[in-house]
């Protein structure tokens, strides 16, 4: 049995008292524990990546509807503006229509009353005619 000095002893004792727990440990388990921890670390890592991803995936879906969402609103205000434009041609085109059928009318009006201006005078010289005749 080996004897040490007392001072050796107190050294030891404070020596024992400074080593953590792991120091404790075995090699072979600190290596093991070290390897689990490396795996645990790695498998927290891949669920943050997966945690990222899928939150940058409802963040890109969230702006794809949104942006679906802005096209279908521009595309009902392009064809609510082609519907008022074509309501717009379609009322000036009766309005023509109108004018032209009222201008038709117009004409055909002053055209008959032309020919009964015509026939009036023609009748009325008819008759100065015969009276004259009759005078002779």
């Known amino acids: 049995l080996i004897r040490h000095s007392p001072d050796q002893t107190l050294l030891n004792q404070e020596n024992h008292l400074k080593k953590k727990p792991v120091d404790c440990v075995p090699r072979t388990l600190r290596y093991l524990f070290s390897t689990k921890e490396a795996e645990l670390q790695k498998v927290q890592q891949d669920r943050d990546i997966e945690t990222e991803k899928h939150r940058v995936s409802e963040q890109l879906d969230e702006r794809s509807k949104i942006i679906a969402q802005r096209r279908a609103e521009a595309a009902a205000t392009v064809m ?7 309501r717009v041609a379609r009322e000036a085109a009766e309005r023509l229509r109108g004018e032209f059928e009222a201008k038709s009318r117009i004409e055909d009006a002053l055209e008959q009353q032309k020919i ?3 026939e009036a005078a023609r009748a009325k010289k008819e008759a100065a005619d015969k009276k ?5």
Do not use: G, H, S, T
């Open 132 to 136: 004259k005749r009759a005078k002779k």
């Open 80 to 86: 609510a503006e082609k519907e008022e434009a074509e």
């Open 116 to 118: 009964e201006e015509e």
